[in-house]
């Protein structure tokens, strides 16, 4: 600003002095229009000069915090003597598994289960009960404190974690996306799927018709961190990813909690096809989409509270049971409501409740 600020006003000073001279007669026409071109010629590389002063700076700044990142001690390194992980059928354990952040506080007292190769496990539980805990343990974000992580027979601690992270297929509860292009995020499951497999992946997850919608279509760019897209339409950006992926192992935290339930059951058709024949852990808080799940965990303050099927959950009238009950009152208050607001007794209902509030 500075610098445009003097550049203006050195201009327009030389220029009117020009103009007196010319009217004085000591300068002709083309005297005033040659200082007027000189000046122009000047200010373009003047400024450039400043913009490349300002980007050099910037880099040095940026290249700082780069080398500040790199010098940040990894917590999590392979073993000098780590092979690749190899992946026969797929089956995940958790044997004995202690876990805390910090030392203080445990999350994880002792959890074991098994996912059969090509079944699906669903993990459900009160809200911070450890859940996530346990799909950033599988990912090795942490390592366990006691007990082992077995993918397949082989501890995730003697693998390399490229080659563990390459079998694992995640939908995350907060999904991240890049400062980038639709299209870019969701190829990033797989850098070099083509374009006809993204639109498939996309279309599979339910998002290709909102992105055809779009102005830019596939093109365009969803923010910082994905800000423009709802968290349903993130969501589903993230299990495009996870489709055009296709890990032997899939993990998906909440992967439909934030969909409407119309969404939600076609969602839940298309991630049914890309679970089958893949070992899957599923955590969920709406237990009507773990219905069919091989096996129910019930997680609680970090402890295994109840397993099985959920027709044997529903039978032992445990904590399950209970869970089940309150949120199918929920869900069928839900629908009366919607039904009531379809048909023209919403006026009535909202009449009546306020009466008897009153
Ligand atoms: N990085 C962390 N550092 C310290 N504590 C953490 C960290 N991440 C999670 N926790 C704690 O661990 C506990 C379990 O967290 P977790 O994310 O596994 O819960 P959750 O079962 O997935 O809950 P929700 O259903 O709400 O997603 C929580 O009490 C949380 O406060
Ligand atoms: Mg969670």
Not at 319 to 327: G, H, I, K, N, T
Not at 339 to 345: L, P, Y
Request: glycine share 8%; net charge negative; hydrophobic share 40%.
């Amino acid at each position: 600003f500075g610098q445009g600020l003097i550049f203006g006003l050195g201009t327009v000073i030389v220029m009117c002095m020009s103009a007196l001279e010319v009217q004085a007669g000591t300068q002709s026409v083309g005297d005033f229009v040659f200082i007027n071109a000189m000046l122009m010629q000047l200010s373009v590389p003047l400024n450039f000069i400043g913009f490349i002063y300002r980007e050099i700076r910037q880099g040095l700044t940026d290249i700082e915090h780069m080398f500040d990142l790199l010098d940040v001690p990894q917590e999590i390194v392979d073993k000098p003597d780590a092979g690749p992980l190899k992946v026969s059928a797929g089956k995940v354990e958790f044997r004995d598994v202690h876990f805390s952040y910090d030392s203080n506080r445990k999350i994880l007292k002792g959890v074991s289960f098994e996912v059969p190769a090509g079944k699906t496990v669903a993990i459900v539980g009160p809200s911070g009960a450890g859940k996530s805990t346990i799909s950033r343990l599988l990912f090795r974000f942490y390592d366990v404190q006691r007990g082992q992580v077995l993918i397949d027979g082989q501890d995730i601690r003697d693998v390399t974690q490229e080659s563990l992270r390459a079998v694992l297929g995640m939908v995350p509860q907060d999904t991240v996306l890049f400062n980038d292009t639709i299209a870019y995020n969701i190829r990033y499951g797989r850098i070099g799927a083509s374009e006809e497999e993204v639109r498939k992946a996309a279309e599979l997850a339910q998002i290709g018709p909102f992105i055809e919608k779009l102005p830019d279509g596939y093109r365009s760019m969803v923010g910082e961190r994905g800000l423009k897209l709802s968290g349903g339409e993130k969501q589903r950006v993230a299990i495009a990813r996870t489709i055009l992926k296709a890990p032997p192992i899939l993990m998906l935290d909440e992967a439909t909690s934030a969909l409407d339930t119309q969404t939600e059951q076609e969602i839940q058709a298309a991630l049914d096809l890309v679970s089958k024949g893949r070992t899957t852990l599923v955590i969920a808080h709406r237990l009507s989409t773990v219905i069919s799940a091989d096996e129910i965990i019930v997680l609680k303050d970090g402890q295994i509270a109840e397993r099985g099927t959920h027709a044997a959950l529903l039978r032992q009238q445990g904590l399950y049971a209970s869970m089940w009950d309150r949120q199918r009152e929920a869900t069928e208050a839900e629908e009366r409501l919607r039904i009531a607001r379809e048909s023209d007794e919403f006026g009535v209902i909202v009449r009546r409740r306020t009466s008897e509030v009153s």
